[in-house]
């Protein structure tokens, strides 16, 4: 059942975002010090100090492992959801605007563990660290990476594209991500490179997958009246949305016309003020770039399969090879650089450049004049979630 019901809607802000940036390697840091140092710079980028803080929301560390990091008095709420970031924002904002608290400091260290490197996998004693007890190597068993692998390969084979479409997300981050001094890759990227690039899981390339890094983001999440005494521009929370189908395994999604994409959707727009003819600015999650290609037709701006299609029409190339998606003329996808350039971020990057853009601290990257963002955050199973913000 689809509600339009939104009791918060526009009642809890997002106060101020912050980051550490981005790096593509092992770090000789920990990732507690990564999320340390991105919450300590949004609150001093938003005025506060570990006193005012009473909520606690994030991936890892710990709530409790950051509040005694933090010096942080006393909490009357916390929570560690699983991941995408999305999870995180709609159990802060329903804390808000419950009373649980009034001022949730949000975070997410993106890390790259052990198991989770390229090295890791040639190695037979960390590589079945990444497979769970059973130990089942991976491309037999349909989960993960290797689910994406299946459906990517279905979309190619259903509507029959080149691999080209998957391309143009890959090719788009880059050249966004040039001008995001934070992001972990900044080399221009053509789409003779992607086409000539290391095939990993036929039809997905090295610039399909998102890119394991070493980072932080964190941010302020507050009522609307509590956000407005603050230094910078509030974002107001106009809607946000988990969803999913009963079907929510990467082996028994239905079709491609039928997971939690299409839920998030129809719920979000059902609950927001506004929809994709409004927006100044897009960030739609792109771990995977089939994802990206399902979240735009799946949010209407094309039919099923035409994504490739929609960004030929509406794409601004360079002389050099390079570039980008401009929805309109006017609305970019992903300008800090996604999951592929950026990092691979959970979502959390992709919440903070809209952040960012609507309080309109996104330098060289800026949308003029921006108002309104859609953040659809994760991927087709159980994890897609989707956000409206407008600038306050």
């Not at 808000?96 to 975070?107: I, M, N, Q, T």
């Not at 992903?334 to 979502?347: A, D, F, I, M, V």
């Amino acid at each position: 059942m689809i509600s339009a019901r939104n009791p918060m809607k526009d009642r809890v802000a997002i106060a101020g975002a912050a980051t550490t940036g981005f790096q593509p390697r092992n770090t000789d840091r920990s990732q507690a010090s990564y999320v340390a140092e991105a919450c300590k710079a949004v609150l001093s980028q938003c005025g506060l100090t570990p006193r005012d803080v009473d909520g606690l929301c994030g991936s890892l560390p710990s709530a409790p492992a950051v509040q005694n990091m933090l010096g942080i008095p006393e909490v009357t709420w916390s929570a560690n959801p699983m991941i995408p970031f999305g999870n995180h924002v709609a159990a802060a904002v329903s804390a808000v605007h419950s009373g649980l608290c009034d001022v949730v400091l949000a975070y997410h260290g993106a890390y790259r563990m052990a198991w989770n490197t390229g090295s890791a996998l040639k190695d037979p004693f960390r590589r079945g660290a990444a497979f769970g007890s059973a130990g089942i190597p991976q491309p037999e068993s349909v989960a993960g990476s290797v689910g994406y692998t299946a459906w990517a390969s279905r979309y190619i084979y259903e509507f029959g594209v080149p691999r080209t479409s998957l391309g143009y997300v890959a090719v788009n981050d880059r050249t966004n991500a040039m001008a995001n001094p934070g992001a972990a890759m900044r080399d221009p990227l053509t789409m003779d490179d992607y086409l000539a690039a290391r095939m990993i899981r036929e039809p997905l390339c090295l610039y399909d997958m998102d890119i394991a890094v070493d980072g932080g983001d964190a941010f302020i999440i507050t009522t609307a009246e509590r956000a407005a005494d603050l230094p910078l521009p509030p974002v107001l929370v106009n809607a946000v949305v988990l969803g999913m189908t009963d079907k929510n395994d990467e082996d028994q999604s239905r079709s491609l016309r039928q997971h939690g994409q299409q839920v998030t959707v129809e719920a979000l727009k059902a609950k927001s003020d506004f929809w994709i003819d409004d927006v100044d600015v897009l960030l739609a999650y792109d771990g995977f770039s089939v994802i990206a290609l399902n979240w735009l037709e799946n949010l209407g701006f094309c039919d099923p399969g035409a994504a490739g299609a929609f960004i030929e029409d509406n794409w601004v190339a360079n002389d050099d090879g390079t570039g980008r998606l401009m929805i309109k003329g006017r609305v970019p996808l992903n300008p800090h650089g996604g999951s592929l350039s950026e990092g691979g971020t959970q979502g959390s990057g992709h919440l903070r450049e809209a952040v960012h853009q609507l309080q309109h601290l996104a330098g060289n990257r800026q949308v003029p004049d921006a108002e309104r963002a859609l953040v659809a955050i994760g991927g087709f199973f159980f994890n897609a979630e989707g956000i409206t913000l407008r600038r306050g």
